[in-house]
């Protein structure tokens, strides 16, 4: 029976894709050199904040995560990124394929805070895999095998690779959800002052709000 294990070569956005993606390169290997038919493979993806270092900056703005910097020997934790799914094609020895991560620009997802708080350096990831392996037994009868649950990779992303899915998919942009309410408010109050556009208005609230603070 193949036996599979993992590991990633590299990290690339993705171009032209439907919504914003980044791919990791994933190498798969079947030690044995025994030739499998295909793999469906599943992949959990975590971010083991944890195990980097975080800059001034980088600390301050993920208060909103993690606490006062004080506390994070206890509130310093890993985050869920995305659940993934590959189809592997036939291969004997090894393969590479990618797996795409679906990125978003969702500031209400702790994924998107944190990577949008990092300045530059790596961030540690952890792959856990399972799925089905499929492989032609003894006597040449299709057979399928699980991918064992104790596989796993673990990859240090660099975080420009993150930026640069969002420059890619939203140039000098920041995508901001508001509720209806609050919206429908900022909406009477940009057309009550004339302004052209939505940056403006929270241009102007923003210059008011200093305004009052220095009064």
Not at 82 to 99: C, K, Y
């Amino acid at each position: 029976m193949p036996e599979l294990s993992f590991s990633v070569e590299g990290a690339e956005a993705v171009a032209f894709a439907a919504a914003p993606v980044l791919a990791l390169r994933l190498r798969v290997t079947e030690s044995g050199e025994e030739p499998v038919h295909a793999v469906i493979l599943n992949c959990q993806v975590r971010i083991e904040a944890p195990r980097r270092r975080y800059g001034a900056q980088e600390r301050e703005r993920l208060v909103d995560l993690f606490g006062d910097p004080s506390r994070w020997s206890q509130t310093l934790r890993s985050l869920l990124w995305t659940n993934a799914t590959v189809n592997v094609p036939p291969f004997t020895g090894s393969v590479l394929v990618d797996l795409q991560l679906p990125c978003t620009y969702d500031f209400n997802l702790q994924v998107t805070k944190y990577f949008d708080s990092l300045e530059s350096g790596e961030v540690p990831l952890t792959l856990l895999f399972s799925g089905s392996i499929f492989f032609a037994g003894p006597s040449g009868a299709l057979q399928v095998a699980r991918v064992s649950w104790s596989e796993e990779a673990t990859y240090r992303m660099p975080v420009s690779v993150w930026k640069d899915v969002m420059r890619l998919y939203y140039p000098n942009t920041a995508w901001l959800n508001l509720r209806k309410d609050v919206f429908d408010r900022l909406a009477a109050y940009k057309s009550r002052r004339g302004l052209p556009t939505w940056d403006q208005a929270v241009e102007s609230l923003l210059l008011g709000a200093e305004e009052l603070r220095r009064q």
